[in-house]
Protein backbone atom coordinates (compact mmCIF):
# COMPACT_ATOMS: atom_id res chain seq x y z
CA UNK A 1 0.00 0.00 0.00
CA UNK A 2 1.45 3.49 -0.80
CA UNK A 3 0.56 5.75 1.60
CA UNK A 4 -0.55 9.31 0.45
CA UNK A 5 0.63 12.64 1.04
CA UNK A 6 -0.28 13.95 4.76
CA UNK A 7 -3.30 16.50 5.63
CA UNK A 8 -5.17 17.89 8.65
CA UNK A 9 -8.12 19.20 9.13
CA UNK A 10 -9.20 20.84 12.55
CA UNK A 11 -12.57 21.02 14.14
CA UNK A 12 -14.34 22.45 17.26
CA UNK A 13 -17.18 20.00 18.68
CA UNK A 14 -16.90 21.79 22.28
CA UNK A 15 -16.06 25.15 23.10
CA UNK A 16 -12.65 23.70 25.26
CA UNK A 17 -11.95 20.91 22.47
CA UNK A 18 -10.00 21.34 19.47
CA UNK A 19 -9.26 18.73 17.22
CA UNK A 20 -6.74 17.80 14.75
CA UNK A 21 -6.96 15.28 12.31
CA UNK A 22 -4.10 14.21 10.56
CA UNK A 23 -4.28 11.74 7.67
CA UNK A 24 -2.07 10.18 4.68
CA UNK A 25 1.50 10.55 5.81
CA UNK A 26 2.99 12.14 9.12
CA UNK A 27 6.32 13.13 7.85
CA UNK A 28 8.28 15.87 9.04
CA UNK A 29 6.83 18.91 6.89
CA UNK A 30 2.98 17.43 8.27
CA UNK A 31 4.30 17.43 11.81
CA UNK A 32 5.61 21.14 11.13
CA UNK A 33 1.94 21.74 10.22
CA UNK A 34 1.10 20.33 13.41
CA UNK A 35 2.74 21.87 15.83
CA UNK A 36 2.07 25.33 14.05
CA UNK A 37 -1.67 24.69 14.42
CA UNK A 38 -1.05 23.63 17.96
CA UNK A 39 1.08 26.74 18.87
CA UNK A 40 -1.48 28.65 17.02
CA UNK A 41 -4.28 27.69 19.50
CA UNK A 42 -2.37 27.83 22.61
CA UNK A 43 -1.57 31.53 21.59
CA UNK A 44 -5.46 31.88 21.05
CA UNK A 45 -5.42 30.58 24.89
CA UNK A 46 -2.54 32.68 26.05
CA UNK A 47 -3.56 36.19 24.61
CA UNK A 48 -7.23 35.62 24.06
CA UNK A 49 -8.66 33.68 26.83
CA UNK A 50 -9.68 31.38 24.38
CA UNK A 51 -11.96 28.30 26.14
CA UNK A 52 -9.64 25.68 25.07
CA UNK A 53 -8.57 22.92 27.40
CA UNK A 54 -8.32 20.08 25.38
CA UNK A 55 -6.51 19.17 22.25
CA UNK A 56 -7.23 15.76 20.46
CA UNK A 57 -4.77 14.55 17.51
CA UNK A 58 -6.34 12.41 15.65
CA UNK A 59 -4.26 9.59 13.95
CA UNK A 60 -7.18 7.50 12.34
CA UNK A 61 -6.39 8.49 9.15
CA UNK A 62 -2.81 8.07 9.69
CA UNK A 63 -1.33 5.19 6.59
CA UNK A 64 1.82 5.92 7.41
CA UNK A 65 4.62 7.71 9.93
CA UNK A 66 8.03 8.67 8.78
CA UNK A 67 10.03 11.70 10.58
CA UNK A 68 7.38 13.42 12.09
CA UNK A 69 6.32 11.09 15.44
CA UNK A 70 8.57 14.16 17.22
CA UNK A 71 6.46 16.44 16.83
CA UNK A 72 3.85 15.25 19.19
CA UNK A 73 5.88 14.87 21.74
CA UNK A 74 6.88 18.62 21.14
CA UNK A 75 3.34 19.50 20.79
CA UNK A 76 2.02 17.56 24.09
CA UNK A 77 4.82 19.16 26.02
CA UNK A 78 4.01 23.14 24.36
CA UNK A 79 0.20 22.31 25.36
CA UNK A 80 1.34 20.99 29.16
CA UNK A 81 3.60 23.98 29.30
CA UNK A 82 -0.15 26.41 28.74
CA UNK A 83 -1.91 24.50 30.62
CA UNK A 84 -3.70 22.78 28.02
CA UNK A 85 -4.13 18.29 27.71
CA UNK A 86 -3.58 17.22 24.83
CA UNK A 87 -4.23 13.49 23.40
CA UNK A 88 -3.14 11.37 20.76
CA UNK A 89 -6.48 9.42 19.91
CA UNK A 90 -7.56 6.89 16.99
CA UNK A 91 -4.36 5.35 16.69
CA UNK A 92 -4.51 1.82 15.92
CA UNK A 93 -1.90 0.12 19.46
CA UNK A 94 -0.41 -2.84 17.53
CA UNK A 95 -0.60 -1.96 12.89
CA UNK A 96 1.96 -4.05 11.52
CA UNK A 97 5.39 -2.39 10.96
CA UNK A 98 4.65 1.00 12.85
CA UNK A 99 6.79 1.45 16.14
CA UNK A 100 5.15 1.83 19.12
CA UNK A 101 6.77 4.97 20.51
CA UNK A 102 5.04 7.08 18.04
CA UNK A 103 1.35 5.64 19.21
CA UNK A 104 2.77 5.72 23.06
CA UNK A 105 4.72 8.09 22.58
CA UNK A 106 4.36 9.60 26.39
CA UNK A 107 6.34 6.92 28.15
CA UNK A 108 2.86 4.64 28.05
CA UNK A 109 3.80 0.72 26.80
CA UNK A 110 2.13 -0.39 23.88
CA UNK A 111 -0.51 -2.93 25.42
CA UNK A 112 0.59 -6.53 25.05
Given at each position: MTAHAGALAIGTPRPDTYVIGVTGTLDRILGARLRRLV????LFVT??????RHILVDLAGVE????G???L????????????????IGADP???????AVLFPFGQPAPG
Open positions: DARLTAGGPTEVTSAEAEQARRAAEEHGVHLQIAPAGSAP
